[in-house]
């Protein structure tokens, strides 16, 4: 009798401790453990993406070296490179930027905090490849002119710039 006694006892108690387990287990009592998987460097489309790591070589080649400046025109400003970024300026700008690059294309009504450039004025003009370059792949500071280095090849952009070059040219005439 004493020993069925005792059992119970024991059963109570390790039933009980079970029970404060299994009220954490099944998040009735809820505690933010730092295993979630929210908490992880990573980042979600359309945010800024994470640093380059120090010491590392992008594939993309020296122009995303952090710290190294603006970079050199790799690419010669000749007739193929100007119409292919004349023809990347129809699909990846102008609904922007406007047909004339002048600031006015279709979105830019909708664009009501900052508008976009006219990229044949002075203000962008006066900036060297290097700079326009970097504009095209990680935007502008202020977020309204958005990060196009997923959408367009390095080789690409830099037809972009040959082909902004363009639009001073034919100012100047
Ligand atoms: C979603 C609309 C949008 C698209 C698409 C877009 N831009 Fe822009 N762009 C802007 C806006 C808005 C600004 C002005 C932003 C600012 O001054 O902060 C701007 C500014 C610029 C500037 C001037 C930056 C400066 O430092 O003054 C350049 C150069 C430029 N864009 C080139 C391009 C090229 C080349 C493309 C296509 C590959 C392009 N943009 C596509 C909206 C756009």
Redesign the pocket.
């Known amino acids: 009798m004493r020993l069925l006694k005792q059992l119970f006892w024991v059963f109570l108690t390790l039933g009980l401790l079970l029970g404060m387990v299994l009220v954490f287990s099944y998040d009735i009592v809820k505690i933010d453990w730092v295993s979630f998987m929210e908490i992880q460097p990573s980042y979600a489309s359309q945010e800024h993406p994470l640093p380059v790591p120090a010491q590392s070589i992008p594939i993309e080649g020296p122009a995303y070296v952090p710290g190294a400046g603006s970079p050199l025109n790799p690419v010669p400003a000749d007739d193929v490179s100007v119409a292919r970024g004349t023809q990347?300026?129809s699909t990846?700008?102008q609904?922007?930027?406007g047909e004339t690059a002048a600031g006015n294309g279709p979105?830019s009504a909708f664009?009501v905090k900052?508008?976009?450039?006219d990229?044949s004025s002075e203000?962008?003009q006066s900036?060297d490849d290097g700079?326009?370059f970097l504009?095209?792949s990680n935007g502008?500071?202020?977020g309204?002119?958005?990060a196009?280095n997923e959408n367009?090849t390095v080789r690409e952009r830099w037809d972009?710039v040959n082909f902004?070059r363009t639009l001073q040219a034919a100012e100047d005439q």
């Open positions: 990347l300026f990846h700008c609904m922007c930027h979105i664009l900052k508008k976009p450039a990229l203000l962008v900036k700079t326009l504009t095209i502008t500071g202020s309204y002119m958005p196009l367009l972009l902004i």
